[in-house]
């Protein structure tokens, strides 16, 4: 029999798992800002080896990648401020190292969880544990080469038809992009939590196509919300994807009930 456990001695477990998800994504963070990939040829192979280099860093080399593959040559991306360009380094290795250190996150949180939930529960958060780290990077993929450029693209347009040169600041450029690949690595997530809801038995499987056109208009109203424009096409490259999911989704979810009624009878 498990002990139960007190108030404050949830509070030092929590703190100490936290602890762990820190240092995880500290670790990856502080590679990522303070090592440079150099690169060589193997047998024919470009590969790359970690060199210590803080002011030429993996996050320079992103945000430079980043710089060619989503502003076009009209644009000149600089920086107002001293720091700015260190800030927007610092944002790139704290969401890499949010995304590689992702398995000790949702191991500490599952494990923190565990003796809260029933059986059933912790194998139903199991089995979509690596479903939902996969969809997550496909997700900020989906967003960085698919809708990031083309609403980066919609925008610039707006200056040229007026004659006008661009200057984007750095730290605005990376928190506009950055904040694409999160809203859509979140929202990927969005099948999977209906399956989890649905398998647990908090809402029946027809629930999700009973309510369909809610949960349509909502999707449409938080694209209108997170789209920096109000032409309402680039509102359409979040929510049709969004739309898309639910769909994948519902799917799923009435996949499952056919499955569990079928074992039933």
């Not at 047998?43 to 060199?51: A, E, Q, R, W």
């Not at 980043?66 to 009209?74: T, V, Y």
């Not at 991306?77 to 360009?85: E, N």
């Not at 919609?154 to 661009?166: C, D, K, P, Q, V």
Request: aromatic share 14%; hydrophobic share 55%.
């Amino acid at each position: 029999m498990t002990k139960e456990m007190t108030f404050m001695e949830h509070l030092d477990e929590l703190r100490k798992r936290v602890f762990k998800m820190i240092i995880a994504v500290g670790i990856v963070t502080f590679f990522i800002l303070g090592f440079h990939l150099t690169p060589f040829a193997y047998n024919g192979i470009h590969l790359y080896y970690p060199t210590f280099s803080p002011f030429n860093n993996i996050a320079a080399q992103l945000t430079i990648i980043m710089k060619h593959q989503l502003i076009p040559p009209s644009v000149q991306l600089i920086q107002t401020a001293p720091g700015q360009a260190f800030f927007a380094q610092f944002y790139v290795a704290v969401l890499l190292g949010i995304v590689i250190g992702m398995p000790v996150i949702v191991k500490e949180f599952m494990e923190f969880l565990s003796p809260a939930l029933h059986h059933k529960e912790i194998h139903i958060i199991k089995s979509v544990t690596m479903p939902a780290i996969v969809l997550f990077i496909v997700g900020c993929l989906f967003s960085y080469f698919v809708v990031t450029p083309f609403t980066l693209e919609f925008l610039y347009r707006y200056g040229e038809s007026a004659g006008l040169i661009t200057f984007l600041n750095i730290v605005d450029f990376i928190n506009f992009v950055l904040q694409f690949l999160l809203a859509f690595g979140i929202s990927f997530q969005l099948p999977l939590i209906m399956y989890a809801i649905t398998v647990s038995g908090m809402v029946d499987a027809k629930f999700w196509r009973k309510n369909m056109k809610w949960a349509v208009i909502a999707i449409v109203i938080l694209g209108a919300a997170i789209t920096p424009d109000g032409s309402g096409i680039t509102m359409w490259f979040v929510a049709g994807p969004l739309i898309g999911l639910y769909l994948i989704g519902m799917f799923l979810s009435e996949r499952r009930a056919n499955q569990i009624a079928t074992l039933k009878s």
